[in-house]
């Protein structure tokens, strides 16, 4: 599971969860790995997400982003390249997701993520 | 890529290894799986875009869109079984693509939110038709789909159906375009007569934000 997936995962679908986001990480295992980098395709993905869940996000595995996306962000190629590798190189296959509101797991086993839940559970 | 490479290695790709008749699994035909991502690739809604294909299974259509250059894709299933496929299937390409396949998959009920809306630039599926005793199953994922995307929708759909898929779509507010149509055949365990197959037709439906 990449950060741009964990970007956009909630557990907003649980009874009695308003927000459920984001999700806390534990990472068992993570990966780094090597995607194809296109300036352009990623900076037209910036605007799309939560920048302060991926900065606090991607600080805890090591890549240390501003509080705000810099405003010449889009020609800013090593800021950039970071967060292309934030995104999108760094692979978390084993671990859990926690819900910040009602503290259930959602598994993460060979990179994907298990967001099933019971039918009891979902609103 | 030309539609008859993207075919060609689409035909190569793994199925499933033991369908689920509760989800109506059935792979989409190479032949309708290449057209279907070829003409949304003409709308210029492939490449460079964030996709999400609902009910991936094995993968074809998020492989499939990848392959023509997407910049990220989200392959959502409800049966954890057909990742295996959908890893392996990657896992085969392997030298297509620069680096590692922009691709996630995530495990989950498509018709339970659990992305954010709007995540997405544009869908691209191919849902159960809902003739398993599952009627409204189309209709829960065009919904789900349309909520995920900023763009458009692209998903198969039965010919038959057209009017009634076309009027929800209208009344969910999208946009509706049927851009083709296929003839394929469905398993026998998806007919509703014990012919060994069974010849459909089906639209390739697309469902735009106004």
Redesign the interface.
């Known amino acids: 599971m990449k950060l741009l997936t964990h970007n956009m995962l909630t557990s907003r679908c649980l009874k009695g969860v308003t927000n459920g986001y984001p999700l806390k990480i534990v990472a068992n295992e993570v990966k780094t790995e090597n995607v194809d980098y296109n300036s352009e395709f990623i900076a037209r993905v910036i605007p799309k997400v939560d920048w302060k869940v991926l900065s606090s996000t991607a600080s805890d595995f090591g890549v240390s982003l501003p509080e705000e996306p810099p405003a010449d962000i889009e020609s800013n190629e090593d800021m950039l390249r970071k967060v292309h590798h934030a995104l999108l190189e760094i692979e978390i296959t084993q671990g859990d997701l926690i819900c910040p509101e009602t503290g259930r797991k959602f598994p993460i086993k060979q990179g994907i993520p298990n967001m099933l839940c019971n039918e009891d559970e979902v609103k | 890529m030309n539609l008859k490479r993207l075919e060609s290695i689409l035909d190569d790709l793994e199925g499933f290894s033991d369908p689920n008749i509760r989800y109506e699994q059935y792979v989409t035909p190479s032949y309708v799986a290449a057209r279907m991502l070829h003409t949304i690739s003409l709308s210029n809604h492939i490449e460079?875009k964030?996709i999400v294909d609902l009910g991936t299974g094995p993968g074809i259509l998020a492989i499939g869109s990848a392959l023509l250059g997407a910049?990220?894709v989200?392959g959502v299933d409800?049966d954890?079984s057909v990742?295996q496929i959908a890893?392996s299937n990657l896992a085969d390409l392997d030298e297509l693509?620069?680096?590692?396949?922009?691709i996630?998959?995530?495990?989950?009920?498509v018709t339970?939110?659990?992305?954010?809306p709007?995540?997405f630039d544009v869908a691209i599926f191919n849902p159960p038709f809902g003739t398993k005793g599952n009627s409204g199953i189309d209709v829960s994922f065009i919904k789900a789909a349309l909520d995920l995307t900023k763009v458009a929708v692209y998903s198969l759909h039965k010919s038959s159906t057209r009017s009634f898929i076309v009027k929800k779509g209208e009344q969910l507010g999208a946009k509706v375009e049927v851009l083709g149509q296929f003839s394929y055949d469905l398993p026998a365990t998806y007919a509703r007569h014990s012919k060994a197959v069974k010849a459909i037709d089906v639209d390739l439906l697309r469902f735009s934000h106004r």
């Open positions: 460079g964030m910049h990220y989200v409800i954890s990742f890893l693509f620069v680096g590692q396949p922009p996630d998959f995530v495990e989950s009920d339970k939110c659990v992305l954010k709007k995540s």
